[in-house]
């Protein structure tokens, strides 16, 4: 669920949030008029995340010799959520010859590059494989025309229902919030099955694809007495990451996530990679297929470093106190 932030002097230029009726678009579009290469963005969540996620993308960029204005232009498109768009807003850029399309956000804005073109350089931001959904032929020798970066987000789940075990180990049954529209749905489901298994907890699946579906979603997991929850990874549920924590915070449900932005805003705790930190290897990739690389020569970058974050506030407020050794084995603890 992925990337890129926004520099300030960004702020002066036009967004385009979604693909309209044709007359909403300029006579002229930037991708036709501009003199230097054009890069397509195509996010799966809302504007405000994309800003959020990557600051450093342009960093990369630059260091790749690439400045946004200068000798590069880039087309925005952002989905909020709504993933049934991505088709039409990645045709659009394709129709518009962009140079190279950075589908980010998670796997629904790369699988809908993939499927708009296959000779358009992609540069794609997922948390899964790449190689299991098709996007590639391997890490190291991707072929095609796509390469980028996994944050490895779904084989984490299991990690985090351990850490709420760890946590409420009376716990008597936990609840799991899944996307139903998001690609990886069913194998998020069987990850969190099989791990409730092992660790020998019910599990409860709730589903939600829109806030009024969240606040329901809370509901069933009163009547079913969830007392804890684990939120799968998904580009929707982190642009609601507010009213997730709002949500978990009234219903006094212990929730873990899987990016630190979410325990940052409020939420009890977070385990999972830093989508930021890759933010400037997008930029350098983005930068070195405008310079003449071929994607197929270009490895898949892999997620190495996963964060614990502890939000000791969040905890009080639910009546809890985090074990010694969770404490210990946190990179980042919120007072």
């Known amino acids: 669920m992925l990337l890129l932030g926004l520099e300030a002097g960004m702020k002066r230029r036009t967004f385009i949030a979604g693909l309209?009726?044709?007359?909403?678009?300029?006579?002229?579009?930037?991708?036709?008029?501009?003199?230097?290469?054009?890069?397509?963005?195509?996010?799966?969540?809302?504007?405000?995340?994309?800003e959020l996620l990557s600051p450093k993308f342009y960093v990369g960029l630059k260091d790749g010799g690439y400045i946004d204005g200068q000798n590069v232009t880039i087309e925005y498109r952002w989905a909020d959520g709504q993933f049934d768009r991505l088709p039409t807003l990645a045709a659009d850029l394709v129709n518009r010859k962009v140079a190279v399309i950075l589908a980010t956000g998670g796997e629904p804005a790369a699988l809908a590059a993939k499927q708009a073109t296959s000779t358009i350089p992609i540069v794609f931001g997922i948390g899964g494989d790449p190689v299991k959904i098709g996007l590639v032929a391997s890490l190291n020798r991707p072929g095609g025309n796509a390469t980028g970066i996994s944050l490895l987000t779904p084989g984490l789940d299991r990690k985090r229902l351990e850490l709420l075990r760890?946590?409420?180990?009376?716990?008597?049954?936990?609840?799991?919030?899944?996307?139903?529209?998001?690609?990886?749905?069913?194998?998020?489901?069987?990850?969190?099955?099989?791990?409730?298994?092992?660790i020998d907890i019910p599990v409860?699946?709730?589903?939600?694809?829109?806030?009024?579906?969240?606040?329901?979603?809370?509901?069933?997991?009163?009547?079913?007495?969830?007392?804890?929850?684990?939120?799968?990874?998904?580009?929707?549920?982190?642009?609601?990451?507010?009213?997730?924590?709002?949500?978990?915070?009234?219903?006094?449900?212990?929730?873990?996530?899987g990016f630190a932005e979410y325990a940052r805003i409020g939420g009890l705790l977070s385990y999972g990679s830093s989508p930021a930190d890759a933010g400037t290897t997008l930029g350098r990739y983005v930068a070195r297929i405008l310079a003449g690389t071929a994607p197929a020569d270009l490895p898949v970058w892999q997620a190495v470093k996963i964060e614990l974050v502890l939000n000791i506030k969040a905890a009080k407020e639910?009546?809890?106190?985090?074990?010694t050794p969770l404490l210990g084995r946190a990179d980042e603890v919120i007072e």
């Open 166 to 198: 760890e946590l409420l180990p009376k716990a008597a049954r936990i609840g799991a919030l899944v996307n139903p529209k998001n690609p990886l749905a069913n194998t998020q489901v069987i990850e969190i099955e099989e791990a409730a298994r092992i």
């Open 204 to 257: 409860t699946i709730v589903h939600a694809a829109n806030s009024t579906e969240l606040i329901s979603a809370f509901a069933t997991l009163h009547q079913q007495h969830a007392e804890g929850l684990v939120i799968t990874q998904d580009p929707f549920f982190f642009d609601q990451r507010n009213q997730l924590a709002q949500l978990a915070e009234r219903s006094r449900i212990p929730a873990v996530y």
């Open 20 to 50: 309209g009726s044709a007359a909403a678009w300029p006579v002229t579009a930037r991708a036709q008029r501009a003199p230097f290469p054009v890069i397509g963005s195509l996010f799966s969540g809302s504007r405000e995340a994309f």
């Open 318 to 323: 639910l009546g809890l106190t985090f074990p």
